[in-house]
C-alpha cells in the first residue's frame, strides 16, 4: 500500500515546490499563472516539466530567472530525480533549452547579448517590488479592517501572526509578506515595527497614506503585466486547442471549454 | 464625432491607428507569424466578446474596414496612423508608410500618414528622413525601440545615431515623436520596459514632443516621473484604455496616476486599431467615472471636460489641426464605401 501512494505524494511535492516558484516580475506563483504547461513524472521518479509563456516575445532574462527557479525547485525534491525542463514557444527557446541542459548560467547562454554577467541587480530590484506590492496589500487589509494607522505602524511580529483577514488579497498576501519581512531583515528583532520601509525606515503616523501612495505605483505596473500574461497565456491556450482539435485538462479546469454548437445540417 | 447622451458633440482624434498586413503572404519567418499572434492575443485578451475578429481578418483587413470601423461605425473625426515597418519580419513590411499613405489618399481630411525611420541605418536614415519630409510632408513619426535590425535586437533614443535622426527632424519641423516602447531584449540583463532614455532625450530636444504610447506601462511609475519633470513628454492611452472593460478599477488607478502626475493637458486617446475598435472604447471611456475611493486618494476627477481634451483636443493641439475648419472640411467631404 505503501509504495503505491510514493507516485502520488511525489507529484504533491513536486507541484508544491513548482508552486513556489514566483514569476519575477509579477510575483505570482508560475503555477497559478499557467506557465508550467505539464510536469510529469516517469515510473522510475525522473521528472520533465514543460513551459511555456504568454508570448513568444517575453524578456529571455525574465524567462531566464523563472527556469532558473524551477532547476533549483526541482534540486530540493526529496527523491533528487533526474529532470529535464524544457521551454516551448520562445524566441530564445533553443538557446535556453541547450543552456540550461548544460548546466550554464545566463552570462554564458548570451554572452553577447548580456551586458552583465549576472543577474543579481536585476533579482534584487524584483525582490524590492514583491516586498512592496505585498506589503501594500496588507496595510490596505488592516484600513479596511477598521485599525487606525498607529495600530498598524505600531503592530510588531506576534501581533501581526495573530491577525486574521477574511479570504482576499490581504490574506492571500499576508504570509507572503512575512516571508519577504524576515528574508530582507534576517536579523530583525521580534518586537520591531512590522511595517517598515525597504531601507528599513520606519514610517511615521502621519506619512502611511503618501507611503501607500508610492506602493500603489510599484503594484499597478505589475499588475499590468499579470493581466496582460494572463490574457495573452489564456489565448494561447486556445490557440493549442483549436490545433489538436481537443481541449486539454488545462480548459476543464480553468471552465474554458466552450459549449459545442449542434451541427445544422 | 461622438455624440454624448446629453446631445454634445465631441471632437475626435485617434491618436495610434494602423493599416497592416499580418498576413501569412506577407510573413517573412517565425518572428512574423509570432508577432501578429501576439497583437490577436492582445485583441482577444482585452476586447469586449461582441466586437472580436477573425483571426483571419485581424491578419489583414480592407481598407473599407478601416473607414468603417473608425469614421463611419466609429467616433474618429481624424485618425493619425502610424508606420510600423518591421521588415525583417515581413517581405513587404508590416504597415509602411507607403500602405499608410495609399489608404489614407482616398479621404485626405481623415488622416495624418507618421513615418518611421530606423537611425541604426545611419546615414541612410537620415535621407530617409529627408524623402518622408519632401513626399509625404509628415509630422510626425513613430519609434519603434525593440525592432530587429540584422544582428541588432533593439536600440536606444538617446543613441548618437538616434541624435542625428532627431536633430534633422527638429531642422525639418517634424515635430511629433511617438515612442512605443515594447520589451526590449539589449541588454538581456536589465529591466526590458526601461523608459529613462526618453527623459534624456525630451531634455536634450525640447522642439519635439515625446508622446510615449502605452504610457510606458508597464512602467507607469517612471513614465509619470519624467513626464512631470519634462514638459514636452505626452503619454498616449493605446493599451491603457481596454482595460476599462475587463478591469474598470484598475483603469481607474490608471488614470487617476496620470491626471494626479501629468495632467489632463497631456494624455492623449488611441484605440490602437486594428487591435481595438475605437467606437466601444470611446463609448466607455465618455461614461466612466473613477472609483471614489480611488479618485479621492489621488484628489483627482475624470470630469466631462478633461475627457474631451484627452479625446481631441490634446492631440489636435500637437497637431496643429484647426478644430471648426477641420469640422467644416469634413462635413464637405462624405463617405462612399462598400455596403455591408
Known amino acids: ?265 | 464625432m461622438f455624440i454624448t447622451p446629453q446631445g454634445k458633440e465631441i471632437f475626435v482624434v485617434d491618436g495610434h491607428t494602423h493599416f497592416w498586413d499580418g498576413s501569412p503572404e506577407n510573413q517573412k519567418n517565425i518572428h512574423g507569424k509570432q508577432f501578429i499572434e501576439c497583437f490577436y492575443a492582445y485583441h482577444t485578451g482585452l476586447s469586449p466578446k461582441e466586437q472580436l475578429w477573425e483571426k483571419s481578418k485581424f491578419e489583414k483587413y480592407s481598407a473599407d474596414d478601416l473607414y468603417r470601423d473608425l469614421f463611419v461605425n466609429g467616433p474618429d473625426d481624424v485618425a493619425i496612423v502610424q508606420s510600423t515597418y518591421l521588415k525583417d519580419f515581413y517581405k513587404n513590411g508590416f504597415n509602411t508608410i507607403e500602405r499608410n499613405a495609399e489608404v489614407a489618399k482616398r479621404y485626405p481630411e481623415r488622416f495624418i500618414v507618421n513615418g518611421a525611420f530606423d537611425p541604426r541605418d545611419g546615414e541612410k536614415a537620415l535621407e530617409y528622413i529627408h524623402f518622408l519630409k519632401e513626399t509625404y510632408d509628415v509630422k510626425g513619426v513613430k519609434m519603434y525601440t525593440a525592432e530587429w535590425n540584422g544582428a541588432s535586437k533593439g536600440w536606444k533614443l538617446t543613441d548618437p545615431d538616434a541624435y542625428k535622426c532627431f536633430e534633422l527632424c527638429d531642422k525639418l519641423g517634424i515635430r511629433n515623436i511617438h515612442v512605443h516602447k515594447g520589451p526590449t531584449i539589449i541588454p538581456l540583463s536589465k529591466d526590458a520596459f526601461d523608459v529613462h532614455d526618453v527623459d534624456h532625450a525630451a531634455t536634450d530636444f525640447q522642439n519635439l514632443n515625446w508622446i510615449v504610447e502605452h504610457c510606458g506601462l508597464p512602467r507607469l511609475d517612471d513614465f509619470c516621473w519624467i513626464a512631470t519633470q519634462e514638459t514636452n513628454v505626452y503619454g498616449g492611452l493605446a493599451v491603457a484604455l481596454p482595460f476599462i472593460h475587463s478591469r474598470p478599477r484598475y483603469f481607474g488607478e490608471v488614470i487617476a496616476e496620470l491626471l494626479f502626475w501629468i495632467g489632463p493637458e497631456k494624455i492623449l486617446f488611441g484605440s490602437d486599431y486594428a487591435i481595438w475598435t475605437p467606437r466601444w472604447l470611446v463609448e466607455k471611456f465618455w461614461a466612466y467615472q473613477i472609483p471614489e475611493d480611488i479618485a479621492a486618494e489621488r484628489g483627482v476627477q475624470l470630469t466631462d471636460e478633461i475627457k474631451e481634451k484627452i479625446l481631441g483636443l490634446n492631440a489636435a493641439r500637437l497637431y496643429n489641426i484647426d478644430i471648426d475648419a477641420k469640422k467644416k472640411a469634413l462635413a464637405g467631404s462624405p463617405f462612399s464605401i462598400a455596403a455591408e
Not at chain 1, 95 to 100: A, S
Not at chain 1, 101 to 106: H, I, L, N, Q
Request: with cysteine.
Open chain 1, 1 to 265: 500500500m505503501g509504495a503505491v501512494r510514493i507516485p502520488s505524494r511525489r507529484q504533491a511535492e513536486l507541484w508544491r515546490r513548482l508552486a513556489e516558484v514566483n514569476d519575477p516580475e509579477l510575483d505570482e506563483p508560475i503555477t497559478e499563472m499557467g506557465f508550467v504547461e505539464r510536469a510529469q513524472m516517469a515510473s522510475d521518479g525522473s521528472v520533465e516539466i514543460d513551459f511555456r509563456l504568454p508570448t513568444y516575445w517575453c524578456s529571455p532574462n525574465f524567462a531566464f530567472l523563472m527556469l532558473d527557479g524551477v532547476r533549483r525547485a526541482l534540486d530540493q525534491l526529496s527523491w533528487s530525480p533526474a529532470y529535464r525542463v524544457k521551454l516551448h514557444d520562445h524566441m530564445f527557446a533553443d538557446e535556453v533549452n541547450r543552456g540550461m541542459e548544460a548546466g550554464k548560467t545566463f552570462g554564458d547562454i548570451f554572452a553577447q547579448l548580456a551586458e552583465d554577467q549576472d543577474l543579481g541587480a536585476l533579482r534584487d530590484t524584483f525582490r524590492m517590488k514583491a516586498f512592496k506590492r505585498r506589503q501594500e496589500a496588507v496595510l490596505r487589509g488592516f484600513r479596511q479592517h477598521g485599525l487606525t494607522d498607529r495600530e498598524i505602524l505600531g503592530m510588531d511580529l506576534p501581533a501581526y501572526d495573530v491577525a486574521r483577514f477574511e479570504a482576499g488579497e490581504a490574506a492571500n498576501q499576508k504570509p507572503r509578506y512575512r516571508a519577504a519581512l524576515l528574508e530582507r531583515f534576517a536579523d530583525r528583532q521580534a518586537d520591531d515595527p512590522v511595517f517598515v520601509t525597504w531601507e528599513g525606515q520606519s514610517i511615521p503616523v502621519g506619512a502611511l497614506s503618501a507611503h501607500l501612495a508610492e506602493l500603489r505605483g510599484v503594484r499597478v505596473n505589475m499588475e499590468f503585466n499579470g493581466a496582460l500574461c494572463r490574457g495573452l497565456k489564456q489565448t494561447r491556450y486556445k490557440e493549442l486547442d483549436v490545433v489538436e482539435g481537443e481541449p486539454t485538462l488545462v480548459d476543464f479546469i480553468m471552465d474554458r471549454v466552450p459549449a459545442r454548437a449542434a451541427p445544422t445540417a
